[in-house]
Each structure stands twice: as C-alpha cells, then as structure tokens.
C-alpha cells in the first residue's frame, strides 16, 4: 500500500534546516567542513543535517562513519544516490526526492537567484509543499522570517586568486 509522502516530517525537516544558521548549508556536498561540536564551523547538506538530528536518527537515518554517503538503520547506503535515500525517508516519488536533495543547480530557481543554499532549499519545499495542498495560510505567515539573502562573505577567509 502506498502511502504517499510524509509531509509532517517534512515539515519538520523545513523546520530543522530554518534553525541553521545560513553559512552552514551546502547543496552541492554532503558534508563540507566539520567543526569540533556541529554547531562549530560545520557545514552540511541538508540531508546531512536532517541525518545528524535525533528525530531523524530515531527513524533511522544518519551518515557512514566518513561523512562520505548516508546511512539507512546503521548501514552505509552504498551506491544510491542522496536524493534515492531521501526518497526513502519522506516516502517521496523518486521525481520529488531528486527536486528536493539535489545539488544546487537542479532547484527551480537556479544559481542566479542570490538566494543562499538555505534559502533556496527552503523556497523549494515551501513550494513543494504550496503544490500539495500542505501549507496553511497561518503555517505560511510563519516561514520567511528572516532575511532571504545569503551573509556577505569574511573577507579575512577569501582567498585571493
């Protein structure tokens, strides 16, 4: 029996992703840096987030010892994609899950929105969302509350080229 997605626990991933501060985002890897404690210079996908958090690892989900690949009920996912576990964890169609944990150039607004990685990821599941009749006008006043634009960058950690 297909039950079709879990659009409460996407919510809360929506929720859980909003609480990250924006710099600690990244679409395009699973997970970019660590830093000594999560909160400490890390930066992840939201998958990789949504893995580390303990509502999702309840259910199951979490990441290979290396950070390299997710892992579904303590086993390293192997050669499925990001997009193929998730589709698993939100019971999504494959279609929705490579929409929504893809990298950043496969979202709807595409890289010339000036939107940061958490913003963008946010915009398309609010709109996922919106489409499946999952987001109340009260739900919505709620969402967007802070800036949608990505923190300038520390000019101390560019690189000149």
């Given at each position: 029996m297909?039950?079709?997605?879990?659009?409460?626990?996407?919510?809360?991933?929506?929720a859980i992703i909003d609480g990250l501060p924006e710099t600690a985002i990244d679409l395009d890897k699973l997970v970019t840096a660590r830093g000594e404690a999560l909160?400490?210079?890390?930066?992840?996908?939201?998958?990789?987030?949504?893995?580390?958090?303990?509502?999702?690892?309840?259910?199951?989900?979490?990441?290979?010892?290396?950070?390299?690949q997710l892992a579904l009920n303590g086993q390293p996912t192997g050669t499925d994609s990001v997009p193929q576990v998730m589709a698993r964890v939100f019971a999504l169609r494959q279609v929705d899950a490579d929409r929504l944990f893809a990298d950043r150039r496969t979202y709807t607004l595409g890289d010339?929105?000036?939107?940061?990685?958490?913003?963008?990821?946010?915009?398309?599941?609010?709109?996922?969302?919106?489409?499946?009749?999952?987001?109340?006008?009260?739900?919505?006043?709620?969402?967007?509350?802070r800036g949608p634009f990505a923190e300038p960058p520390n000019a101390s950690e560019i690189r000149a080229i």
């Open positions: 297909d039950t079709g997605p879990d659009y409460e626990l996407l919510k809360d991933a929506y909160d400490q210079g890390t930066v992840c996908s939201p998958a990789a987030w949504l893995a580390q958090h303990p509502a999702f690892k309840a259910l199951g989900l979490g990441l290979a010892d290396d950070d390299s010339d929105s000036g939107l940061s990685d958490k913003r963008l990821w946010l915009h398309e599941v609010r709109d996922f969302l919106r489409e499946h009749g999952q987001i109340s006008e009260d739900f919505e006043d709620r969402l967007e509350t």
